[in-house]
């Protein structure tokens, strides 16, 4: 079962990432990288600012900051006790497919996936009140999501863990917040 769930992991990568070409690289690219997303953080800190009364807004900033660096420290953590190597990397996949990046660190599972899922269903239950079309912000995980498989650095393994993970320490953070914080307020 182990085998083939890998094999088709292997298969459908190769096959997502053939349907890149030339002619989207460079959005694929920009949408990869981190800081393409700054202008999104300053929406949201904005956004915190403007629609919440300060102690709450500088808490609800406050929570997502260690949201971002828990899933930072959770994905190395798990990603260096796995060591599943990039498929960029693979010495039997680089003949098939398009490779865009050539990060040396390990895969397993998508530190992109996990952050963004992460803080936008954090940010989207933290603001979801006040703002009534905040569940566009899911656009930004769904294409930083898929960027990683474009530009050939992850498996769809990789990802769905990391969305996975993501969401679950979203609803984790959420639920701190709610339990803890938000009392003192």
Not at 16 to 37: C, H, M, P, Q, R
Not at 43 to 66: D, E, M, S, W
Not at 111 to 116: D, L, Q, T
Not at 151 to 180: E, M, N
């Amino acid at each position: 079962m182990y085998e083939r769930l890998l094999h088709w992991d292997r298969d459908t990568f190769i096959y997502l990432n053939g349907l890149g070409t030339e002619a989207y690289d460079v959005f694929w690219l920009t949408s990869t990288k981190i800081y393409s997303w700054i202008p999104l953080f300053l929406i949201f800190i904005i956004l915190f600012i403007k629609k919440f009364p300060r102690k709450q807004a500088i808490y609800k900033i406050g929570a997502t900051v260690g949201l971002a660096v828990f899933i930072t420290v959770l994905t190395l953590v798990v990603k260096n006790g796995i060591k599943r190597v990039r498929p960029c990397n693979d010495a039997v996949l680089k003949d098939f497919i398009r490779i865009l990046e050539t990060p040396s660190d390990y895969s397993f599972f998508s530190g992109h996936a996990a952050s963004s899922w992460a803080i936008t269903v954090l940010v989207f239950l933290l603001m979801r009140s006040r703002v009534k079309w905040a569940a566009i912000f899911f656009i930004w995980p769904l294409l930083f999501t898929y960027s990683r498989i474009y530009v050939g650095v992850h498996y769809p393994l990789d990802l769905i863990v990391g969305t996975i993970v993501g969401i679950v320490s979203g609803l984790l953070f959420q639920r701190i917040y709610y339990s803890k914080v938000h009392v003192t307020l």
